[in-house]
């Protein structure tokens, strides 16, 4: 535990964010609404009542909930009159120390968490499927950073280079997703209608049916 100044603390990484906010009845804000994407929050996890941005009067609401600027989110502090949580939620390091900057500044009545050093989702490199153990799959894309930045696509993609092993001939994929991560000389057309990368027919599905819909079916019947 740090403090930024007279009212604003910064937790530490032991600190668990789910666990304070049960505790604390202040209000919920998470910094950083254009760099959110990896958080998932429901009703389930915790509740935000506000998302900060430098950005804010480009946006109205971001999940159903009000952006507010820096100015705004003082006043809807200390009209709280309680203790509020703030999230950073960014993993850009220079970001984060620009955010810190502004909250010092606005030396606001509030806890400080940064979520990408917090929290911990994955504290094992391994998952299980179907009886079997699979390695976590790890790429600087979007899927990385073991324990801070994983998504969907660490299990996704481990199952599906699993699965493109297994299989023989060739096959279409229909939207592009591994050229991204990997390159099999398997998978010998990627199409999708919108996609710039250079390995990716842009064309319709419909323009290309006939075959597809063979293996398409060939692989579902398969999985």
Known sequence: MKRMNKHCIIRSKNDNIRTYIKENSGLVIIYGATFWGGILVDDNIFKVDYFCDKKAPAWQLFHNTAVINISELEKKITDSAK??????????RGTVSS??????????NADVFDYFENEIEFCDLQFEFAG?????FQHSYNCGYFQTRMTERSVELALAKEYIDTCEGNIVEIGAVT???????KISNIIDPTDNHKRVLKKSLFDCCGGVSIIVGKNLESL
Do not use: E, H
């Open 99 to 108: 955010i810190y900057k502004d909250l010092m500044q606005a030396d606001l």
């Open 132 to 136: 079997k153990k699979y390695d976590l």
């Open 179 to 185: 050229p991204y991560y990997f390159y099999s000389n």
């Open 83 to 92: 203790r509020a949580t703030v999230i950073i939620a960014s993993q850009d």
